[in-house]
């Protein structure tokens, strides 16, 4: 249990961190400055992928092992292949669109508690993966560090996934299923809003 605590303490500090970033998109800007601490600032400033990237972890808590541990290694390792699509600038469509799915998508998983088979989450994951690693793979500075920033990007991917993860550890509680399934419902409500923004740009 103490590990646990150890674990949740360090999630609530990357949580804090990121809510007091403000809800700046991600995926907005181009040609960003910076090495490894702006990498590693990046996923925290934009809202989507702060939730995405929760729920991912969420939702692997939810669905128990192997997927607890699985998809918080298949999310990172498409979306640097997602990354290096964007940086090569090989044209997929409708990035923004997944990226506002992946929100309401993942957040709906919860709050319906999917329990999807391994193959299915890990597809559905990937995919999800695939638009954030683009989104960001075109954002990434070309002139300072890009190694560096991806290094800083992909760890505060991995620690927003384990802040999912410890938020999930509420199921072992009472009444802890409802709870859950209640925050799975408002980063869905959250996805609808970013599916609005997209389709209206």
Do not use: K, Q
Not at 6 to 35: D, E, K, Y
Not at 42 to 55: E, N, Q, V
Not at 109 to 116: M, P, R
């Amino acid at each position: 249990m103490s590990l646990r605590r150890a674990i949740a303490c360090r999630a609530l500090l990357v949580s804090v961190i990121a809510l007091a970033s403000g809800p700046a998109g991600a995926h907005t800007g181009t040609g960003l400055a910076g090495g490894f601490n702006m990498g590693f600032a990046h996923p925290l400033t934009g809202f989507d992928h702060l939730l995405a990237m929760i729920s991912v972890g969420l939702w692997g808590a939810v669905l128990g092992r192997p997927l607890i541990f699985a998809l918080p290694i298949v999310f990172p390792a498409v979306m640097v292949l997602g990354a290096v699509l964007g940086m090569f600038a090989i044209p997929v469509p409708s990035i923004d669109l997944g990226i506002a799915l992946s929100v309401l998508v993942l957040g709906a998983c919860i709050a319906l508690s999917v329990h999807a088979p391994v193959w299915a989450a890990a597809v559905i994951v990937g995919t999800f993966a695939l638009c954030h690693g683009y989104a960001h793979g075109r954002e990434l500075p070309s002139a300072a560090d890009p190694l560096g920033y991806s290094a800083g990007f992909v760890l505060a991917t991995g620690l927003l996934h384990v802040c999912g993860i410890c938020v999930g550890f509420v199921n072992e509680r009472p009444g802890g299923v409802a709870m859950t399934r209640g925050i799975g419902g408002l980063i869905g409500a959250a996805g609808v809003w970013f599916l609005v923004r997209a389709t209206a740009s």
